[in-house]
């Protein structure tokens, strides 16, 4: 029969060993993700449903893309504005998208991926050899875009890195990507040439880049409709 300074002992040490252990797994997944990607600097932490890296994420609640049911609320409002100006959503993304002149085998950054709306039509181009890293600061928006992914397409056969972060502030390397992307969400950077800026750091020299946003027409700016 162990005394009860034995049995400590042994609780003791399987806690430790339980913690080591925890802590190599931590380092395995943190060495793999530093690798493997692009990532210039360590995550905060990884989300344990989805893998997803979270470097810096927008605060809940502090606006309409931080909030419960933030994706569906979206949806609405896309659709809103596209029915609004008779504009064909899929035809209008595919358009800014074949400016990338992308190819099987790029790898692509997406930023403010929302809720993923652009994927399908990037992963149409790059194909399984290519790699798309999709990035947005809101985590509700960016699991939306991962969980509609999966249901989508088969993402086990595409190489989609989705990562929470910051746009003007992005967690990867100089000159990493052949082409980067943007649709919908500039207006709401709280520092627009630091987003630009780093779209240009991060992507190839000769590489691509494609960003535009809902606004006013210029020719509508002196209008009434301007003025309102
Ligand atoms: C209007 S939605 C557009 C989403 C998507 N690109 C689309 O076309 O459907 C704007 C997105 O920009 C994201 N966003 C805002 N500020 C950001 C920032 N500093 N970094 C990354 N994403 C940001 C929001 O979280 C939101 O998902």
Redesign the pocket.
């Known amino acids: 029969m162990k005394n009860n300074f034995f049995i400590k002992i042994e609780e003791s040490s399987n806690m430790i060993k339980k913690e080591v252990n925890w802590k190599i797994i931590n380092i395995k997944i943190y060495v793999f993700i530093m690798i493997e990607k692009l990532y210039n600097c360590k995550p905060n932490y990884i989300d344990k449903k989805t893998n997803i890296p979270i470097f810096k994420s927008?605060e809940i609640n502090i606006?309409e893309?931080?909030i419960d049911k933030?994706a569906e609320i979206?949806d609405n409002?896309?659709k809103w504005l596209f029915d609004t100006h008779n504009v064909k959503e899929e035809k209008l993304?595919r358009e800014m998208i074949d400016k990338l002149q992308l190819k099987k085998g790029d790898t692509v950054l997406?930023?403010?991926?929302?809720?993923?709306?652009?994927i399908k039509y990037i992963i149409e181009k790059i194909g399984s050899s290519g790699t798309l890293y999709a990035?947005?600061?809101?985590k509700?928006?960016?699991f939306a875009a991962y969980e509609r992914t999966k249901a989508e397409l088969n993402i086990d056969n595409y190489n989609i890195e989705f990562s929470v972060?910051?746009?003007?502030?992005l967690p990867f390397n100089d000159n990493s990507f052949d082409a980067t992307f943007?649709?919908?969400?500039?207006n709401?950077?709280?520092d627009v040439k630091k987003?630009i800026d780093e779209m240009h750091r991060v992507t190839k020299n000769g590489g691509k880049i494609v960003f535009g946003d809902?606004g006013l027409a210029y020719w509508l700016k002196k209008t009434e409709t301007g003025k309102a």
Request: aromatic residues 10%.
């Open positions: 927008q606006n893309f931080s933030a979206h409002a896309l993304r997406m930023t403010a991926t929302g809720a993923g709306n652009d990035q947005d600061f809101a509700e928006m960016l972060n910051d746009a003007t502030d943007h649709f919908g969400g500039i709401l950077y709280n987003g809902e």
